[in-house]
């Protein structure tokens, strides 16, 4: 029933100047269990660094590539990390659906590693 919420992935690349220091959060190389806890980052209404550590994995939609979360997910999320304990990005905010519940989606980590693995001009990423 999930097949249509997965649209597009923008990949950007960042040319960073060698004196520029710059911190990145690495991609983790597994997917979590259902169960596992996860922390949204965000800007949710217009709120700057907003951070939800109160979140878990509920489903994985291994054939969609999605990871359901129950992290609260308003306007602004979206494009944010979803990060495990140890800080290793999981999955990345995709969509937030209103109605019966809320049902709070991610894209899985391993679906971006392999779409940053398929481009050809990036030569490397962090964890690669």
Same mark, same amino acid.
């Not at 950007?12 to 269990?33: F, G, M, N, S």
């Not at 140890?86 to 999955?91: A, E, F, L, Q």
């Not at 481009?119 to 490397?124: Q, Y």
């Given at each position: 029933?999930? @097949?249509?919420?997965?649209?597009?992935?923008?990949?950007?690349?960042?040319?960073?100047?060698?004196?520029?220091? @710059?911190? $990145?959060?690495?991609?983790?190389?597994?997917?979590?269990?259902?169960?596992?806890?996860?922390?949204? $980052?965000?800007?949710?209404?217009?709120?700057?660094? @907003?951070?939800?550590?109160?979140?878990?994995?509920?489903?994985?939609?291994?054939?969609?590539?999605?990871?359901?979360?129950?992290?609260?997910?308003?306007?602004?999320?979206?494009?944010?990390?979803? $990060?495990?304990?140890?800080?290793?990005?999981?999955?990345?905010?995709?969509?937030?659906?209103?109605?019966?519940?809320?049902?709070?989606?991610?894209?899985?980590?391993?679906?971006?590693?392999?779409?940053?693995?398929?481009?050809?001009?990036?030569?490397?990423?962090?964890?690669?």
């Amino acid at each position: 029933p999930y @097949t249509t919420l997965f649209r597009s992935l923008y990949i950007i690349k960042v040319i960073i100047d060698v004196d520029e220091r @710059t911190q $990145c959060l690495p991609l983790a190389r597994v997917r979590p269990e259902v169960g596992s806890k996860v922390a949204t $980052c965000g800007h949710p209404q217009g709120l700057g660094s @907003t951070v939800d550590l109160n979140g878990n994995i509920t489903q994985i939609y291994e054939k969609n590539g999605f990871l359901q979360i129950s992290n609260n997910i308003t306007n602004g999320n979206s494009g944010g990390p979803v $990060c495990d304990y140890y800080g290793n990005v999981v999955g990345i905010v995709s969509q937030h659906m209103k109605g019966e519940g809320n049902l709070n989606f991610a894209v899985d980590i391993l679906k971006v590693r392999e779409g940053l693995d398929n481009c050809v001009d990036v030569t490397s990423y962090s964890g690669k």
